[in-house]
Structures are given as structure tokens and as C-alpha cells.
């Protein structure tokens, strides 16, 4: 398709499982993100790539959070051990421009509505 | 590190009236992304701003980089207009986006 999807639309986990959200982005795009979005507190990036890296950096001290790259347009948001302090809109979103470029458009997927319960 | 704020962060408007909707940024930007979110659906991306004034169909976007400060105006409004809209501000490191904390408008027929 011509945009960036996600995958699942919402889910719920129990407190201390494990989970994982699919990204789909687009063809040829370079850079994909993965943010956290609460609303009234903001949003924070999560992890970053570029498309030559398979495993994804992750800005969350926790180590909780990481995410793979298996294939350019694919990318899958890891979660250990989820806190309901987890609960949030993950947005994915990628762009065609590599990290540190001045011009970038991105392009951002529906999210995933995740509830730790 | 940059801060986003937003205000309003909640607006109710009549049908027709002219809406406007601010960003404020701390920090020397690249560019600086609307987006709207409607009720349960996906993000939407509106404008991109380096500069200046964006116009598409009912909305403008202004971005004046002295100041650090954005407007988004819609025109006109409409109950479908109703969403949560959020300023986004590109910086220059990574170019990871800091999001603020969103605008939620309703809008009455």
C-alpha cells in the first residue's frame, strides 16, 4: 500500500507479558521511528533506525523496549515484561531521508492502541 | 532539550467560526509537522513547515522561526473538524520529532 500500517489496531496484554507491534512501512523509506503517545502528557521516541540496521537503538533506559528490522519495510516494536504504565498509542513513522538531514516528510501509520491491564 | 507547548488544549467553537490553534518551541528547529488525530482513527499528517504559510483547502499553517512559534488556523469550521490536533517540532538532532500535547477541539453545529 501507499502508506505506513500497523498492526494489531488495539491490544491488550496482561501485566508482565510480553508483547510485539508490527510496522509496515513504505518502500524505500529509510529512517522509521517508533514513538509512545499519551495524550495531555506528550509522546517520546522510542526507538530509531536506518534501513542497513537490523536491531533498532533504543532510548528507553529500561532496556525494555527494542525493535527489529527484518526486512527494510518491516519493523516489529518489542515490549518485556509491560507495565500499565505501558499503556499508550504506539506510532510508527518513517521517512525517506536519512537520520540528520534538514528536509524530511514523514509518514505516520494509525497506531496501536496498547492497554496493560 | 526542546519543549512543545500547545494552547489551547481544549477548544469548543460554533459551527463557521474561525479557529485558532498555537504552538510555541524552545529550541532552533528544521521543521515543524500539524497533525490531526479524529476520535479512535490513525494520525494524519497536515502540514510540514520550514517557513512561512501553507494554505490546503480550509486550513493555513503559519511558522514564524524568530519567535519559535506556529499557528494552525482553520477556517470556517466544521463538526468534522472536531479531532485532537498536535504540533510536532523536527530537530537537528537525528531528526527525532518532540511532540506537544495536543489540541482537543470540538466543534457544535
Known amino acids: 500500500g501507499a502508506g505506513v500500517s500497523q498492526s494489531p489496531r488495539y491490544k491488550v496484554a496482561k501485566r508482565g507479558r510480553d508483547v510485539a507491534l508490527r510496522c509496515d512501512s513504505i518502500?524505500?523509506?529509510?529512517?522509521l521511528y517508533w514513538y509512545r503517545q499519551t495524550l495531555g502528557q506528550g509522546s517520546e521516541v522510542l526507538t530509531y533506525?536506518?534501513?542497513?540496521?537490523?536491531?533498532?537503538k533504543s532510548g528507553r533506559p529500561s532496556g525494555r523496549f527494542s525493535a527489529e528490522r527484518p526486512e527494510r519495510s518491516v519493523s516489529t516494536l518489542k515490549i518485556q515484561r509491560t507495565e500499565q504504565g505501558d499503556s499508550a498509542v504506539y506510532l510508527c513513522?518513517?521517512?525517506?531521508?536519512?537520520?540528520?538531514?534538514?528536509?524530511?516528510?514523514?509518514?505516520f501509520g494509525s497506531g496501536t492502541r496498547l492497554t496493560v491491564v | 532539550k526542546n519543549e512543545v507547548e500547545q494552547s489551547p488544549q481544549n477548544l469548543t467553537a460554533q459551527e463557521g467560526e474561525f479557529i485558532t490553534i498555537n504552538c510555541s518551541y524552545s529550541?532552533?528547529?528544521?521543521?515543524l509537522h500539524w497533525l490531526q488525530q479524529h476520535p479512535g482513527g490513525g494520525i494524519v499528517s497536515l502540514f510540514m513547515l520550514s517557513s512561512g504559510k501553507k494554505k490546503h483547502g480550509r486550513l493555513i499553517a503559519t511558522i514564524n522561526i524568530q519567535e519559535k512559534h506556529s499557528s494552525l488556523h482553520i477556517t470556517a469550521s466544521h463538526p468534522r473538524d472536531s479531532a485532537v490536533y498536535i504540533c510536532a517540532t523536527g530537530g537537528t538532532s537525528y531528526g527525532k520529532l518532540t511532540f506537544g500535547q495536543g489540541t482537543i477541539l470540538t466543534v457544535h453545529p
Open positions: 533506525s536506518q534501513s542497513d540496521a537490523q536491531r533498532d
Open positions: 513513522a518513517s521517512s525517506p531521508e536519512t537520520l540528520g538531514d534538514s528536509n524530511y516528510g514523514y509518514t
Open positions: 529550541v532552533g528547529i528544521s521543521a
Open positions: 518502500s524505500g523509506h529509510v529512517t
